[in-house]
């Protein structure tokens, strides 16, 4: 079983930064595939950024040039920094991780339903 903690949310200007940490525990020594991902009100879940155990980093399109996705597998701690925030960004931010790399094409491969673990999830407020 891994238990997924998130920290560094909260309320930022647009324009300004925050960086996202999770760090994933009970796991055994195999690297983990670990995303973030993120839902608004209203809206459904979407992949921001995933960086698989093979290898494989995704950022979503809207975001690239602003998010930096970051994974130091010695800790198991994945990393958010986001640069340049947007209002659109306002949205609580999950953690998510796999002991695998499920992806099967490119449209899969910021699909939540490829990781079984979830953290609780950190807000992220962007104000204009």
């Known amino acids: 079983q891994v238990h997924l903690v998130e920290s560094g949310g909260g309320s930022a200007q647009a324009g300004g930064s925050l960086r996202l940490s999770c760090t994933a525990s009970?796991?055994?020594?195999?690297?983990?595939?670990m995303g973030w991902f993120r839902q608004a009100p209203g809206e459904e879940r979407e992949g921001v950024a995933v960086?698989?155990?093979?290898?494989?980093?995704v950022v979503l399109d809207s975001v690239k040039g602003r998010f930096v996705v970051s994974k130091d597998n010695a800790k198991n701690t994945l990393y958010l920094q986001m640069n340049s925030l947007q209002p659109e960004d306002t949205a609580m931010y999950y953690c998510?991780?796999?002991?695998?790399?499920?992806?099967?094409?490119?449209?899969?491969?910021?699909?939540?339903?490829?990781?079984?673990?979830w953290g609780q999830g950190t807000q992220v407020t962007v104000s204009s």
């Open positions: 960086i698989y155990n093979d290898g494989l980093q």
């Open positions: 998510a991780a796999d002991p695998q790399s499920r992806w099967y094409d490119s449209t899969s491969y910021l699909s939540s339903q490829l990781f079984d673990y």
């Open positions: 009970g796991a055994s020594d195999s690297k983990l595939s």
